[in-house]
């Protein structure tokens, strides 16, 4: 078993605006919570413009922070949804 | 007579049909059909719009929707059958006028037909990672945020599983 | 930006025409449009049914189906505006998977224009002189009475003036 | 000011089959209300399928049987509405 994992990280709307990418490969400790994918992506260039929360998908479904990520799962941060 | 669930949703990016929507649901034993459309509005919170860019998380949004119909064809269902339902987002540029979202539904009885409607509608606006960046008529663009008063939010999650 | 109540409803014998209705409510102020519509079912309490005879006592059901589209206006409305709405009643034998009633309105949001139409089905429904005979697939034929466990009812008066 | 008054009664649907008719002339003494003219079409042939009070519209509007009539008033008996 494997002592790290990598995740996708996508990201969205005004998220993608604020890191100026779409997407982020991010390499955490086994095991890793969302919680800890979170505080990563916090430390990236521009990421000062997230919220303090912001809601996130794993495998295309929402997560809570405490959810235990495995290796290779698509992480989505989701801004406030705005469909209709 | 009851009739399986027939629930079919979309994620496109071509001109919506609402007329295609209500043919797709009518059925001989449905006698009630309900059907909502959202349009791009020229006016925002009092700001002229020129038009909409919507852009989304396609595969979830697509699941999300699926699981909302589903959701609505279950809940609605009576002895009569489950409502059919049939949900369409579009995403890209719109111009004002242009259809963003339809949903039919129909079913024997008409509130079991306009229930569906609406929960499909009102969930999808609150579950479907789909967003819209409005272009107003100074030039500027910008992300509309449902949930903040100003700032961008950060909404309790929905129908957030661990 | 408060606009008119523009209503409009026609009891006609002709056939109806949902995608006219939302084009008739559409307005670039608009963003959100519902519509209903009902169609003659195959199947009614079990029975099969060929058609359906739809008859009125003209004159008052014009009147009611107006009153009732302007309450539904005068209701809904909010700061942006009222809801615009048309609806339109046929009368006449109708074929299966005909439609007999469709309700169309819109509105800046969409809780006022889903209430519009709602309300003015069930207000139809309950206060619009129409009535409906079926004729079944055993060649009989039979008027219908809603309030009825069986026998002709004699409901409350529904808005009864004196 | 004339004693008597006329109105013509409407009947639809089951109504109009029960009594074999679509409308009925009617003169009443004055002043004649909605009940009295209920008392004299119950009298009629075939009005014995009416039900004990049938929703009445004087002109074109729900009224109550306390509701007085004037001479040309338009009254229908209105069954069961079945409309949509």
């Given at each position: 078993m494997s002592s790290?994992?990598?995740?996708t990280t996508l990201l969205f709307a005004s998220y993608a605006d604020a890191l100026g990418r779409s997407s982020v490969q991010v390499t955490l400790r086994a095991?890793?919570?969302?919680?800890?994918?979170?505080?990563?992506?916090?430390?990236?260039?521009?990421?000062?413009?997230?919220?303090?929360a912001p809601l996130v998908?794993?495998?295309?479904?929402?997560?809570t922070p405490g959810h235990v990520l495995a290796d290779g799962d698509e992480v989505a941060l989701i801004p406030p949804v705005a469909g209709g | 007579m009851v009739r399986a669930a027939a629930a079919r949703t979309a994620?496109?990016?071509?001109?919506?049909?609402?007329?295609?929507?209500?043919?797709?649901?009518?059925?001989?034993?449905?006698?009630?059909?309900a059907l909502f459309v959202g349009t791009v509005r020229e006016v925002n919170d009092g700001?002229?719009?020129?038009?909409?860019?919507?852009?989304?998380?396609?595969?979830?949004?697509?699941?999300?929707?699926?699981a909302i119909a589903a959701e609505a064809a279950e809940r609605f269902g009576t002895a009569?059958?489950?409502?059919?339902i049939v949900a369409e987002h579009r995403l890209g540029t719109l111009g004002i006028g242009e259809a963003s979202v339809a949903v039919a539904a129909a079913h024997a009885r008409r509130a079991p037909a306009m229930d569906a409607v609406r929960y499909v509608v009102e969930?999808?606006?609150?579950?479907?990672?789909?967003?819209?960046?409005e272009h107003y008529a100074d030039g500027t663009r910008e992300w509309l945020d449902p949930t903040a008063a100003g700032a961008p939010g950060t909404a309790v999650a929905p129908g957030t599983a661990s």
């Open positions: 790290q994992i990598t995740v095991p890793a919570t969302v919680g800890a994918l979170l505080d990563h992506v916090r430390a990236l260039p521009g990421a000062g413009r997230l919220p303090p998908a794993v495998n295309a479904t929402y997560a | 994620i496109v990016e071509r001109p919506l049909d609402p007329a295609a929507l209500l043919a797709a649901v009518a059925d001989a034993g449905h006698g009630a059909t700001r002229p719009v020129t038009g909409i860019d919507y852009t989304a998380y396609e595969a979830m949004a697509a699941r999300e929707l699926a009569e059958g489950a409502p059919r969930e999808l606006k609150r579950r479907v990672p789909i967003w819209k960046r």
